[in-house]
């Protein structure tokens, strides 16, 4: 259907290609320069010419084989007559993750050798080599570059070019080496494609982050993870096979197997030439357990920062956050002297009790830990049936914030011993029989239920952030949780000596306590701030009234007497009254500015940019507490508003109040983990501005400008 | 005295240091970073049945792979601004492929699966508007804005073609040929997609069913 004529005016045109219409024009975003590593040859060397590559930060170019999409970088050397060439020499890539795409590249500086011979009869005296490179460099898009070079050697006494030679010799060192007694073999089992490896250089503790970087494309999916299991001598990596190898590996499919390596604790990078045997296993190695020494794409870790982080590394993080937040409960006061008692009553056990008390130990373990999954399970239940959206929901409602503010207060005054709760629910924790079973299991719930007054604010913490999260994320959280506030407990049951280590329960938790009631007291007067963004002054004063009568009553009802508990009665039925009339006020100021906003689509936005109007997307929420300040605020601002009218921006709202898959992929796309997000379209239709999370007017002010300046934001 | 001294600055330090720790959760509550792992699903395989999907159209109008059950159909992932599609359509390789499948009956979609936001991702009328420009008459353009359709054939590149027989099945699945940037003494560039397509309509075995495609990414995220 296409002559070979037709082919080549396609590479014409191709090559004659303008760089594409959002870049500038001219601009190349690779600086290459061709170098060589002798300035001058003798007759009958081996020397190197090499590409060199500067790539602009944030671009990329490509490896051999440039993974699901790219295109390899070519060199094309004009050798005057006799001098031979060898195949280019590629330093070991970093992949690079585009959500469900994977590509191998390089980026910040690159060189890519090529061995170059000098024949024997070569002739001393000057020649000029001439040479021509093309390459793809992509970021968010790509552009293919290419380059004309000329180099000018000397053939008589070999010597080398210091620059060259720093750049060439780096390259080579980076290339993957061939290690003589590393074997290998590629094969599939039941839909898997199974790397085995065999080499002195697989040391358990010393190498980690293997990952197989295969020299064509289609040998496995690029996007795969490749978990793998290492013994001395042995490792094997596991993965999903691509269509080259799908119905079975029936050739030697080379490639670069990259993993870390520990010399005196540091991790440096280390990549070996593999050339498996096909369809073959070098060791009975068994398969490694899902998710265990894992290395996806972004995983193969090392300097440079070259990939992209997958979606797993901040789950990690989390993760590892509520390992912590979970070690941090331990101090409270709440938890830490029952705990810290029931430690030493495990820990002055002898003889064959020990034994007995490693096993209490880690039953409480389990118990604190099922408590926390029984809760999570409980969110996402609620969350399933909807029942946490209409919750969130009314975080809009000035009553949730009044309520929420007044227990902040409360916690505030709580921390500050003004008053004491709790301490019935420590009792009964007490009277469990802690010797048996059922009792550890038992102080372990308990152990959670009686940290709730202390809980409480970093639960709030963990359930908003769980309530976005998919649900084995959000259970994983709230194990962690559990797996830290269980840990020093199960610890000391296992080494009684810790004991000595913990800090004695004293007067510092007091003092600890009493500093977690300034936090408690700031999140209070942030309350105050929204409640007073939905009603106005007068909520505001109205729930400092509140405020006021429930430390009055508190106050009346701690001094002896029954007097006083009358007073302290009139005082609670004083803060409920308070509270009331703040509930009760109107919140039409919220309702009043959804009226200049149309509901968003990704069609209408379309639809507007071609009418070519700038366009304002709002991300919000009614639960997201931080969207309704910038919509009361920022947004709400009569300058931000007259210049939306004055410059026809079209405004959108995206409401994720509710569960929402084309808002979630859409916040996904732009690595948003949520509301509130913020895009300023520019008229113009190019990319648009993403804007900070908490918004000014003189933000707004001047993404509107740039939006409507035929310049587009300035990124 | 002196142990004393010592523990007060030990729980000095614990106390910080949990409160240091106590920002941090909170901090990272309200970022709350963690992205969820796209779950990648089999990509589908020639031989297999091709995933049925529905889209919305240029025109507006909504298709489904089902609709075109009996007949052949060609998916072409494709992005107009990607400098690999624009050499296809300029030198009119790909719009000569439509002009000859809409001869034979084949329904030729082409999917723009960028994301709002991204390179290649357009309005409807502008996609329209663009194949007028290009002499490119596909018998439908999908706006996969969600990229459903894009992630359940897992198309890689601009350009990437399928080709779907009469009876639903998936036959060929890879490059639209061998040469990403043909030049001057470069071999003539193997056509696998049309060579497939051809054997799909004369009821032959596709000779190469999957090949590695070459060009842009497609966009399903804003940032590489």
Redesign the interface.
């Given at each position: 259907?296409?002559s070979?004529f037709?082919?080549?005016?396609?590479?014409a045109?191709?090559?004659s290609?303008p760089a594409?219409?959002?870049t500038l024009q001219g601009e190349m975003m690779v600086d290459a320069s061709l170098v060589s590593d002798r300035a001058s040859v003798a007759p009958g060397e081996t020397f190197h010419l090499g590409l060199h590559q500067d790539i602009e930060p944030g671009w990329?170019t490509y490896w051999r084989n440039?993974g699901?999409?790219?295109?390899a970088t070519?060199i094309?050397l004009d050798l005057p007559e006799g001098w031979s060439e060898a195949e280019i020499i590629w330093p070991a890539p970093r992949p690079?993750n585009?959500?469900?795409?994977t590509?191998y590249g390089y980026s910040g500086e690159v060189t890519l050798p090529v061995p170059v011979t000098v024949p024997a009869d070569a002739q001393p005296g000057t020649v000029t080599i001439t040479g021509e490179a093309?390459w793809?460099v992509?970021?968010?898009?790509?552009?293919?570059e290419e380059d004309t070079f000329e180099i000018t050697i000397e053939v008589g006494e070999s010597a080398p070019d210091a620059q060259g030679e720093a750049l060439i010799q780096a390259a080579r060192a980076s290339a993957p080496e061939v290690v003589e007694d590393a074997r290998s073999g590629l094969r599939v089992e039941e839909g898997r494609l199974i790397l085995t490896v065999n080499g002195d250089f697989l040391v358990p503790d010393a190498v980690r982050g293997l990952y197989f970087f295969p020299f064509?494309?289609?040998v496995l999916?690029h996007?795969?993870e490749q978990p793998y299991t290492i013994e001395a001598g042995e490792a094997r990596l596991d993965t999903?096979p691509g269509?080259l190898t799908?119905s079975g590996v029936n050739e030697v499919r080379a490639g670069a197997l990259a993993f870390e390596t520990s010399e005196g604790g540091d991790w440096t990078r280390r990549v070996v030439e593999l050339r498996p045997d096909a369809d073959e296993a070098v060791n009975e190695l068994a398969a490694p357990a899902a998710g265990a020494g894992g290395s996806?794409p972004g995983a193969s870790a090392g300097e440079g920062g070259a990939g992209?982080a997958?979606?797993?590394m901040?789950?990690l993080?989390?993760a590892f956050?509520?390992l912590?937040?979970g070690?941090?409960l331990n101090?409270m006061p709440c938890v830490f002297p029952v705990l810290s008692m029931k430690a030493v009553n495990l820990v002055n056990k002898r003889g064959a009790d020990r034994a007995h008390a490693r096993e209490l130990g880690l039953i409480f373990g389990a118990g604190v830990i099922a408590t926390f999954l029984a809760l999570g399970g409980l969110v996402l239940v609620l969350r399933a049936f909807g029942g946490m959206e209409s919750w969130g929901f009314q975080l809009q409602e000035p009553a949730v914030v009044a309520g929420l503010a007044a227990l902040m207060f409360l916690i505030g005054l709580n921390f500050l011993g003004v008053f004491e709760i709790g301490t019935s629910l420590q009792g009964v924790g007490g009277n469990v029989k802690s010797d048996g079973r059922w009792g550890s299991f038992l102080t372990g719930v308990l152990a959670v239920f009686v940290a709730a007054p202390c809980l409480a604010p970093?639960m709030t913490?963990?359930l908003?952030?769980a309530l976005?999260?998919?649900a084995y994320?959000s259970l994983v959280i709230f194990a962690f949780l559990g797996i830290g506030l269980a840990l020093p407990f199960v610890l000391v049951s296992f080494f009684p000596q810790a004991l000595n280590v913990l800090?004695?329960p004293g007067p510092?938790m007091e003092?600890?306590k009493q500093?977690l009631a300034f936090?408690m007291f700031a999140t209070g007067i942030w309350l105050v701030f929204v409640l007073g963004m939905q009603t106005g002054a007068m909520g505001v004063a109205w729930l400092l009234i509140t405020l006021l009568a429930i430390s009055f009553a508190i106050w009346a009802v701690r001094i002896p007497g029954r007097a006083w508990k009358v007073v302290g009665a009139v005082g609670a039925v004083l803060a409920l009254g308070a509270f009331i009339s703040t509930v009760r006020l109107d919140t039409v100021a919220v309702a009043a500015e959804n009226g200049e906003y149309e509901a968003w689509s990704?069609?209408r936005?379309?639809?507007l940019?071609?009418e070519g109007r700038p366009v304002f997307v709002d991300f919000t929420a009614a639960w997201c507490v931080t969207c309704q300040v910038n919509k009361l605020g920022a947004l709400a601002d009569s300058r931000v508003r007259r210049t939306f009218a004055e410059n026809d921006v079209a405004l959108l709202r995206a409401d994720f109040t509710n569960r929402d898959?084309?808002i979630a992929?859409?916040l996904?796309?732009?690595?948003a983990?949520?509301v509130p997000f913020y895009?300023m379209?520019p008229a113009d239709g190019g990319?648009?501005e993403i804007l900070p999370p908490l918004l000014t007017e003189s933000i707004m002010t001047r993404a509107v400008n740039s939006a409507i300046s035929t310049q587009g934001p300035a990124v | 005295m002196k142990t004393q001294t010592l523990s007060i600055s030990r729980r000095a330090l614990m106390t910080a240091s949990a409160l240091v720790a106590a920002a941090a959760i909170g901090a990272a509550a309200l970022a709350g970073n963690a992205r969820a792992q796209e779950p990648t699903g089999e990509p589908p395989i020639p031989g297999d049945a091709a995933p049925g999907f529905t889209a919305t159209t240029a025109t507006g109008d909504t298709v489904s792979l089902s609709d075109f059950e009996g007949q052949t159909v060609v998916l072409e992932w494709t992005n107009h601004d990607c400098p690999f599609v624009v050499r296809h359509y300029d030198s009119g390789y790909i719009p000569g492929l439509q002009a000859d499948a809409a001869e034979n009956d084949v329904v030729w979609l082409q999917v723009i699966s960028s994301i709002p936001g991204t390179q290649g991702h357009v309005s409807g009328e502008r996609a329209i508007e663009l194949n007028d420009e290009r002499g490119s008459a596909p018998a439908h353009v999908l706006i996969d804005e969600t990229s459903d359709v894009g992630r359940a054939y897992h198309a890689a590149t601009t350009p990437h073609m399928y080709v779907i027989d009469g009876e639903g099945v998936l036959r060929y699945a890879g490059g639209i040929d061998d040469q990403p940037r043909p030049r001057e003494g470069d071999p003539a560039p193997v056509e696998h997609f049309a060579d497939a397509l051809a054997q799909v309509q004369a009821g032959e075995d596709v000779s190469v069913p999957e090949t590695q495609p070459y060009g842009c990414s497609v966009k399903y995220t804003e940032h590489s």
């Open positions: 259907m296409i070979r037709i082919a080549a005016a396609a590479a045109l191709f090559l290609l594409s219409a959002q990329h440039p699901d999409s790219g295109e070519r094309f690079y585009l959500g469900p795409l590509n093309t793809l992509c970021e968010d898009i790509c552009i293919p064509e494309g289609g999916d996007n795969a999903r269509f799908r996806g992209q997958a979606g797993g901040g789950f993080q989390a956050l509520a912590v937040g070690l941090i101090l970093f913490g963990a908003t952030f976005t999260q998919p994320v800090p004695k510092w003092r600890f500093v936090p990704p069609e936005v379309a639809e940019r071609a898959p084309v992929e859409t996904a796309s732009y690595g983990p949520g895009l379209y990319e648009p | -």
